[in-house]
């Protein structure tokens, strides 16, 4: 994605700045130059900057990390000259983009005994650890360097801030291992100065399940950049992957490196308008007061679905049943054990909500409808009134006794009445169709999804049924 947002054109466009206008739903709102989409960003991209330096487009051409990778190149170069002649990159109907059709591992499995059986080296000064992260001193450690290195908007406004409790959610699902909480300290100080991980999860690729490991967090302190350790992060935590006999990835990323398997995009639903604009998260328009931007974007307080109410422990084995089935036609998604279900979606405070309804008059404990929304804030940089924007990520969601449309809607209610001040959501499920109507503003940029050492054809979006944190 760019570092900004893209303002969309619209018919606020010609409206006048009375505030006695009618403001219907058909009109589609504007946000310019959002700070979330400058996170977003460079969330997705540092990792790719870190491998490849600042040698400019002759290194960023050559992709002297990614090209070595286990990735189906044979599809990239068309990509990667549409991408930087400006053109569409269009992955599914491309005709020059030597799309494979096999469902298979790019390089075989190996033997225990034939994978490096000892770690790669660090340079002098740095050393590997592991971080158990039910130790306060290790979590607190992750969550400073991330904190003070991860991700942070160019105009120095905005900084994630994954709290330890986000962490601990996002680092411990059932069967995870330790040594994949993989970090790099100063020898001398033993302060962490990179991180990586890797969480163990179920996919299903079209009709093929697999193993993977999802790989997040990839993070080198702001004075160890040059140092080159990001491919060693990445080489490392894929030596110990392969240990456990793992040898596909999933991971995403906001420029298009070797090789996509699909592009997705974020959209965003601006809760709070008067406090992003005045933290300058997005302007004021033209044309527009910051009344009629405020009615604009109001909500109803109560939800429409009936029976919507919070999941519970009593509701995850239905709620389970649920969503298995629907993301059954999605051909890239998670397939969730009962017990990795009831660690990603039972509600926690600050960090996962999630809502069901039961509206099965012949069944009564059967769970028809559900909505999730994960929840991650930045810190706002020297704002006197203001120090956090509260952002809800949408998780995943099935309607099958009301409209999805509705659904979503209710979502946005349920997301203000936590206090959040905006809803982002990809473009990917059913999700799409509700964004015109619920007046979400589109990002200018897009989200690549990757499938380590497989090949498989391409997909649209819409096919996708994966939410990668």
């Known amino acids: 994605m760019s570092d900004q947002q893209q303002s969309i054109s619209s018919d606020n466009d010609n409206a006048d700045a009375e505030e006695s206008d009618d403001l219907t739903d058909s009109e589609t709102p504007v946000i310019a130059n959002s700070g979330i989409e400058q996170l977003i960003q460079l969330l997705r991209r540092q990792y790719l900057r870190e491998s490849n330096g600042n040698n400019g487009d002759k290194e960023k051409k050559k992709h002297t990390f990614w090209g070595t990778q286990p990735m189906p190149h044979e599809r990239f170069s068309a990509l990667e000259d549409a991408a930087e002649a400006g053109g569409k990159v269009d992955l599914v109907s491309n005709e020059n983009s030597g799309i494979t059709n096999l469902h298979a591992p790019i390089e075989p499995n190996k033997p225990k005994e034939e994978l490096r059986q000892t770690p790669y080296n660090m340079p002098p000064g740095f050393e590997w650890t592991e971080l158990d992260l039910f130790q306060g001193k290790d979590l607190n450690a992750v969550y400073e360097l991330l904190r003070d290195n991860y ?217 028809t409808d559900m909505c999730s929304f994960y929840q991650l804030p930045s810190t706002i940089i020297g704002h006197p009134k203001y120090q956090t924007l509260s952002a809800a990520y949408c998780f995943y969601n099935v309607a099958t006794t009301v409209k999805f449309k509705d659904l979503m809607h209710d979502l946005l209610i349920l997301a203000k009445a936590e206090n959040q001040d905006v809803v982002n959501a990809l473009n990917v499920m059913d999700n799409e169709g509700t964004f015109q109507d619920l007046k979400f503003g589109i990002g200018d940029g897009q989200l690549q999804y990757y499938l380590y050492n497989w090949s498989c054809p391409t997909m649209e979006a819409k096919d996708i049924g994966l939410v990668l944190l």
Not at 205 to 223: G, M, R
Not at 297 to 321: C, E, G, N, V, W
């Open 151 to 367: 991700v942070e908007d160019s105009s120095c406004k905005f900084r994630f801030d994954y709290s330890p409790d986000f962490l601990m959610w996002a680092l411990t699902p059932p069967g995870f291992h330790a040594e994949y909480h993989l970090g790099v300290v100063s020898s001398k100080s033993k302060k962490l100065m990179g991180f990586i991980s890797a969480t163990p999860a179920d996919i299903r690729v079209y009709s093929t399940k697999i193993p993977v490991a999802e790989i997040n967090f990839l993070c080198v302190h702001k004075k160890l950049r040059s140092k080159r350790l990001a491919p060693v992060l990445i080489k490392e935590i894929t030596r110990r992957v392969n240990h456990k006999g793992v040898f596909q990835a999933v991971y995403t990323a906001g420029l298009v490196i070797p090789v996509p398997v699909s592009t997705a995009r974020y959209y965003h639903r601006t809760l709070e308008p008067k406090k992003l604009i005045e933290v300058g998260f997005c302007p004021l328009q033209p044309r527009m007061t910051m009344a009629r931007t405020v009615k604009l974007y109001k909500l109803p307080t109560a939800t429409s679905t009936p029976t919507l109410r919070p999941m519970t422990k009593d509701d995850l084995q239905s709620a389970h049943i649920l969503l298995t089935k629907y993301l059954q036609k999605q051909q890239l998604a998670p397939v969730f054990s009962l017990e990795e279900f009831e660690h990603w979606f039972l509600p926690r405070s600050g960090v996962i909500s999630s809502y069901v309804a039961t509206n099965d008059a012949a069944n009564p404990d059967k769970v």
